[in-house]
């Protein structure tokens, strides 16, 4: 039997709504699953999801944001003091990741990132973020041991140099929180993302868009939108409008328990993402299908490939206010067509998409950057 390694991850953030984050609560949950001592060191923030208590979580202030990145002055010290066999950092969040590099390099221990997208930003943002690319981020991923990407059809340029040390890892999904079961009907459509300017390559704008075709088919129907941020006054003037006031429900911040209800009680879930560059792989397609509901993605969704070959819903290009309509309308008019959808997509993700399994394979690779380090 193999010994528990200490394992240290460094998101910019654990209690938060996101992609990154959930992956950071799922993957060291089924670390500790496996047996290993896990830490997290991530920026304090209002602590609306739980952490299982076998995690030791180390906040630390934060003194603001710049993009999407919390500063916390006091992560190269936290990071100093900790003994660890392996430190796992995540992009697109820079900070968090570059000062992880260079505790590993003092250190001698090795650096897995997992990359989830680009750095890329709006305004100002968007000048640092080519700065940062043009020069700390080839030294991060050249100090990298092994960099993870769950997208193996949207490989970003930036890591065409560094293909030997890349690992395909897909996201994973929690099989037992979620799983079909009896629900009220909640809504026709489900949408969820943080609604702030930062995520508006999620593509609510085009979905409201279409949904103005959707109702024209189908009068009654209902979209649900679930979550909170900067945007969301914005997007319900916008719904209002379009006239789609009574098509359109605004969730707010969505709880874990809230959010099984509408994934149950929906009759398809839909990410329209825009951007390959920033979109990661889609986490929230994974837990409504794990709950049997049928969905449409685009094709640049990281799991938009399985969801073609699956039959566990329908993929559009991104920006298709047409085809997302039609897809749209097809599989709520279609009742067995969405139910055989759906009972692919839960197939789909116990076969390929658990946490144990893909906690094993991240195990696999710690083990192997943590021997290639005392050689």
Request: net charge neutral; with cysteine; glycine share 8%.
């Amino acid at each position: 039997m193999q010994s528990a390694m200490k394992i240290l991850h460094t998101p910019v953030r654990l209690y938060a709504t996101g992609g990154v984050e959930n992956y950071v609560l799922n993957l060291t949950r089924s670390l500790a699953d496996l047996g290993h001592e896990v830490s997290v060191i991530c920026s304090e923030s209002a602590r609306d999801m739980d952490c299982d208590p076998r995690i030791r979580v180390m906040p630390l202030k934060s003194w603001g944001q710049i993009a999407n990145t919390n500063i916390t002055p006091g992560l190269p010290l936290a990071l100093a003091k900790e003994n660890f066999d392996v430190m796992h950092t995540h992009l697109p969040t820079p900070w968090s990741a570059d000062w992880s590099a260079l505790a590993c390099l003092a250190k001698n221990r090795p650096l897995i990132l997992t990359y989830h997208n680009d750095i890329v930003g709006a305004g100002m943002a968007r000048h640092l973020a080519r700065l940062y690319n043009a020069t700390a981020l080839n030294l991060l991923l050249k100090k990298s041991a092994r960099i993870l990407v769950a997208r193996p059809r949207h490989v970003s340029f930036h890591l065409k140099p560094y293909m030997d040390k890349v690992e395909f890892v897909p996201i994973g999904v929690d099989t037992q929180l979620f799983h079909p079961r009896k629900a009220a009907e909640e809504c026709d459509i489900f949408f969820l993302s943080v609604l702030d300017n930062f995520h508006l390559y999620k593509g609510l704008d085009v979905l409201l868009e279409a949904m103005q075709a959707v109702r024209a088919e189908l009068p009654e129907v209902m979209l649900s939108v679930g979550g909170s941020g900067g945007l969301l006054e914005h997007y319900r003037h916008k719904a209002k409008a379009m006239g789609l006031e009574k098509n359109v429900r605004f969730e707010g911040r969505v709880s874990q328990g809230r959010l099984l209800e509408i994934y149950n009680g929906c009759k398809l879930f839909v990410l329209p993402s825009l951007s390959a560059a920033q979109e990661g792989f889609g986490i929230v397609p994974l837990e409504a299908m794990a709950c049997c509901r049928p969905v449409v993605v685009t094709d640049i969704v990281g799991v938009a490939e399985d969801v073609q070959k699956s039959g566990a819903g329908i993929v559009v290009r991104p920006g298709d206010r047409g085809a997302l309509a039609r897809a749209i309308i097809s599989i709520i008019s279609d009742g067995v067509k969405a139910d055989t959808m759906g009972q692919a997509g839960r197939h789909l993700v116990e076969e390929k998409y658990s946490w144990k399994k893909v906690a094993l394979q991240v195990e696999r690779i710690y083990r192997e950057a943590a021997e290639d380090a005392q050689n």
